[in-house]
């Protein structure tokens, strides 16, 4: 696996590009690079989300779960953009156990 191609995949994908863009930009000589850094990408996202919404659970601030995200290697926007989701997705849950 090329690791230079690897990253300039994961790097796309971050940054929400589809599988086909990102081939057509790295070419199709690198599928298996390109898939392995789609994998890759779309593990760290639910494991992020997974991390945000049990923060958010456990009563954290929105900014100590952007640390965590930071910690772990979450590009900036991404981070950003999870953890709102996920907070989104612990108040809903708090609202419908009180009603």
Do not use: Y
């Amino acid at each position: 696996m090329d690791s230079t191609i690897f990253e300039k995949a994961v790097g796309m994908f971050w940054r929400g590009h589809s599988p086909l863009f990102v081939a057509q930009q790295l070419g199709d000589e690198n599928l298996d690079t390109i898939d392995d850094a789609a994998e890759f990408v779309s593990e760290r996202k639910q494991n992020a989300v997974e991390i945000s919404e049990t923060m958010f659970r456990a009563g954290a601030k929105h900014r100590a779960v952007l640390d965590a995200l930071r910690d772990l290697e979450i590009p900036d926007h991404n981070a950003a953009e999870i953890s709102l989701a996920a907070m989104a997705t612990a108040r809903r849950e708090k609202e419908e156990q009180k009603a």
